[in-house]
């Protein structure tokens, strides 16, 4: 994948880009990395969800990157606004790891498998297929999509890098 425009995606953090660039986002682990995409007018976005839902949100000010009911929504706003079609509109994901293993299996610790549930609810509610997706596992990720072929990279220490 070329590198010659990387447009950064931080945690709990979003971000589009059109015709030119690689959307890349770093540290998945319980996290997932979401990637919508209309291959027509070649928009992109990416999202870098930390958690499920902004029920639990308890700062002043909410970071709508922050959740995947929320970062959605914004990713597929913000992509509209360069000319993107929802109907059109496809999804792949990575990321979403159980990170650590805990004695008790409570629903609070299954931080990586709920934020995967979520992402599907939110896309499932646009009707925006999932067509590739590298999630679970208990390892980290750091993610590539390039905005001109389509084509998400998915890299990992003990994977190495996978194409979808």
Partial sequence: MMQDSIIKVGMADLNVAQSAGVLKTTGLGSCVGLTLYDARTKVAGMAHVMLPTSDIAKEGSLNIAKYADTA??????????????????????AGGAQMFAFAANHDTMRIGPRNV?????????????????????NYGRTIEFDCVTGILLIRSVQHGVKEM
């Fill in 117 to 137: 549930e979520s992402c599907k609810e939110q896309i499932k509610k646009f009707g925006i297929p999932l067509i590739a997706e590298d999630t679970g596992g």
């Fill in 72 to 93: 959605i929504p914004e990713l597929v706003a913000q992509m509209q606004k360069l000319g993107a079609v929802v109907a059109r509109m496809e999804a792949k994901m």
